[in-house]
């Protein structure tokens, strides 16, 4: 059974930094694709970063420059490092898993394919 916890949401003043930790459990896939999507009440789900098993990594141009996306197969934890934050960076982050094959990177957070995700239970990240 695969789960996903996230941690490190909070509260921060604008320009400031949060780091999103994502510690994974019984997802063993070889070839995969992890990453994070973002929700704000009353607006749709949007993918913000994703890497894959090759450390190939994918971010979603509202926060290019700003984020970083990394892991650690060793404790099998996935991070989201968010700098220069602004108000408009507040939602609900989810850390989530592929089980496909494909597609990952830039189509996976469009959406293609997140029907078969496994999700997190989200964190709460505020911007002021």
């Known amino acids: 059974q695969v789960q996903l916890v996230e941690s490190g949401g909070g509260s921060v003043q604008a320009g400031g930094s949060l780091r999103l930790s994502c510690a994974a459990s019984?997802?063993?896939?070889?070839?995969?694709?992890m990453g994070w999507f973002r929700q704000d009440p009353g607006k749709g789900r949007e993918g913000v970063a994703a890497?894959?098993?090759?450390?190939?990594?994918s971010l979603a141009d509202s926060v290019k420059g700003r984020f970083t996306i990394s892991q650690d197969k060793a404790k099998n934890t996935l991070y989201l490092q968010m700098n220069s934050l602004k108000p408009e960076d507040s939602a609900i982050y989810y850390c989530?898993?592929?089980?496909?094959?494909?597609?990952?990177?830039?189509?996976?957070?469009?959406?293609?394919?997140?029907?078969?995700?496994?999700w997190g239970q989200g964190t709460q990240v505020t911007v002021s």
């Open positions: 890497i894959e098993s090759d450390g190939t990594t």
């Open positions: 019984g997802y063993t896939y070889s070839r995969y694709c």
């Open positions: 989530a898993a592929s089980p496909l094959v494909g597609p990952y990177g830039l189509s996976w957070l469009e959406g293609l394919g997140d029907e078969h995700n496994y």
